[in-house]
């Protein structure tokens, strides 16, 4: 039986950071004597449970490095939903005999709000029965709504990637003295940190978006429509930043088309956008644009934060020295000491005090009229979207990392 | 009056380098003793009738390097359809009438298929009333659809945004174990060129698209559903990249919603995606996601490619010289030398040959199957995309030209 072997999982959707925390954590596990092994599951908790393993334990450095630089997840993901064990300890006691055979004494598990409520159910699981392995979390959402960090891995990016590419439409849409109303639909489903991050696109200047809508503040269609074809009227175009979470004043979602709803109950979203310049065309006559920004959001590794992808990674090396030094059922989370320079530390977090709380965008940041972001939110967004990734390209694109299978 | 006028305007939909030929005419403007002074019109031949001019003698070398790196069009399009003189000759007189006035004795015109056939009517009009300006034209289309041109300014940067953004779209959607069909909507009314590019995402790899439909083929739907579903089950994932443009054996538009027509009595597009995964999802029971790579494929400056801004701003300074050496009716032209070393040089062409003319995507670069691009497509594609713009960042944002007004 092989002693000291670190588990890492990847779980939930992906980000453009995601392998920078793998990149740590492998780095960081082959450093400390302690851990003879390295083992990554392949897709995440079903990896687990089918010993699906990717032995690490003599990546390169050179590997390594092109690992960190890979959007998306390198080992695969999962979307597993953890069921309590006094509702159904078996998955559990197969967690316990799988981790024993391959001598499993770290589990680290790198997601976002569900996967951080199945770290905590594992780790409070092998504490109350006194099983020897050691679980920490790592943060991982472009949603960045896990509570007690003052911002997520992965989040710095996408924000990136969301004013870089709305600042570029709002040039593209300007260029007929005659526009459009052309409404963009982000990622969130009850956060609005990602929309909010569109009002950054020229800080300050009038061509932001005109409107912006969050997820926290009730929708109400009749206000937007007024509220667009005001602007439109003025400008003769009109820009709008919606999140896909967007729900009416009944909690409904807005334009919600199928109501299906994915493993973890919640409903797919998406078409937003599509909705309400559809009603605008067809009821006011106005020519409209509906851009959903979609998986390049939180895929486009070409784009990152280097401010985010450095720290991603630090995250993963924290949390590997965490469980060394005998922590579990922690997460690691940043604290911000500073905004003017810019400075976080890397600490820990109980994990019951993140599993299932959403943190939602601060409405202290919305305008009174609820359709902007005020300027004050720059203080907070500007450094977590500071510095370029320059990656090496081949052939004219990105080079990314590929598991050879 | 004023002699010695060039007079500059863009026209058609925005390219991410599409500046960079303004940067180009403006620059070689300045030197040329002949050319006392350089107008641009905004909003295209909307601002010319309209004498809405930006003065750009006095352009800094700065501000005039800043516009070469922004995307869309700084100083304004039009979609403007000039008649045939024969039909209305008054708006040809308008012209001669505005132009004697400014004393513009050269114009220069930006745009794609549509404007180069304004280009050569307005040229043929002023050479049979023996009106002494010159008229030549840049080409500028995403499209890649011009005649008479290896390739167009605008293409190569587009290529290099679908390229990079389907290969991290591709790892994004690979991180399930069990993944859905994802239907990747790309820009390409008539031409597949595009489309193409999106095989390049990882040449001769497995995680290319794993099927690619062009607008030249018609598309046969019943035959889709079977390939696409016949790779998912064997996948647990597909990936497909449609043009907008594709169209049934009798030339009926998939899945176009409304049929509404532009100012050129083309019919706008988009929504096939969103179709085909719908139908995939309703008929077939499998998980899809539309996404429209939309607006961002033409605007992203972040991303264009070094090789194709160079040649766009060669293109504006060639153009320029053209018309001061005397010519005119003419646009310039890309003619490939050698692949590798990859040579271009520039030249001219009949604007005659060029109007009204679309260059389809050649069918010998299609597989037999009609659902994926050959490798050899390759050689021509790589060199056009190749090289990086490292635009200046300021506060983790591109920093980009804007018109105070």
Not at 53 to 80: H, K, N, V, Y
Not at 121 to 133: G, Q, S, V
Not at 175 to 204: F, H, N, Q
Request: proline share 4%; charged share 25%; aromatic share 8%.
């Amino acid at each position: 039986m092989t002693k000291g072997t670190l588990l890492f999982a990847q779980s939930g959707g992906p980000t453009a950071v995601f392998n920078s925390s793998a990149a740590g954590v492998i780095e960081e596990a082959q450093k400390q004597t302690a851990i003879e092994r390295v083992l990554a599951a392949r897709f995440g908790m079903d990896g687990i449970l089918a010993e699906n393993f990717f032995d690490a334990t003599e990546m390169t450095p050179s590997q390594i490095e092109t690992l960190a630089r890979t959007p998306a997840s390198a080992f695969g993901s999962c979307r597993f939903k953890l069921p309590a064990c006094e509702k159904d300890e078996s998955l559990y006691v197969k967690l316990k005999d799988i981790f024993t055979r391959h001598g499993v004494e770290i589990f680290i598990y790198n997601g976002g709000n569900d996967s951080m409520d199945t770290c905590r159910k594992i780790a409070d699981y092998f504490a109350e029965t006194d099983f020897p392995c050691r679980v920490v979390g790592v943060p991982k959402t472009v949603d960045n709504d896990l509570a007690e960090t003052d911002h997520c891995p992965g989040y710095g990016s996408a924000a990136k990637y969301i004013a870089t590419t709305i600042k570029e439409i709002s040039l593209d849409t300007a260029v007929y003295s005659k526009g459009r109303i052309t409404v963009c639909e982000i990622m969130g489903r009850d956060a609005g940190w990602l929309t909010a991050a569109s009002s950054l696109s020229v800080p300050g200047a009038a061509d932001s978006p005109d409107l912006i809508y969050i997820p926290e503040l009730p929708f109400d269609k009749e206000k937007f429509f007024d509220d667009a074809i005001s602007v439109y009227n003025k400008k003769k175009r009109c820009l709008v930043a919606v999140s896909e979470g967007i729900r009416d004043n009944k909690g409904r979602y807005v334009g919600a088309p199928s109501g299906s709803k994915d493993s973890f109950n919640h409903i797919q979203l998406g078409g937003v956008a599509a909705y309400l310049a559809d009603v605008i065309t067809t009821k006011f006559g106005i020519k409209t644009r509906a851009v959903e920004l979609s998986l390049a959001q939180r895929a486009a590794g070409h784009l990152v934060s280097a401010t985010d992808a450095a720290e991603a990674r630090l995250a993963g090396r924290h949390a590997v020295r965490l469980a060394v030094q005998g922590e579990t059922g922690k997460m690691v989370n940043y604290i911000r000491m500073s905004d003017n320079p810019y400075t976080i530390e890397m600490s820990s977090v109980d994990l019951k005090k993140v599993a299932n709380v959403v943190r939602n965008f601060p409405l202290s940041y919305v305008n009174e009229d609820g359709t902007h972001i005020k300027s004050s939110f720059t203080d907070y967004l500007l450094p977590l979207i500071k510095g370029e990734a320059n990656l090496p390209y081949e052939n004219g694109l990105p080079s990314y990392f590929k598991l050879n299978d």
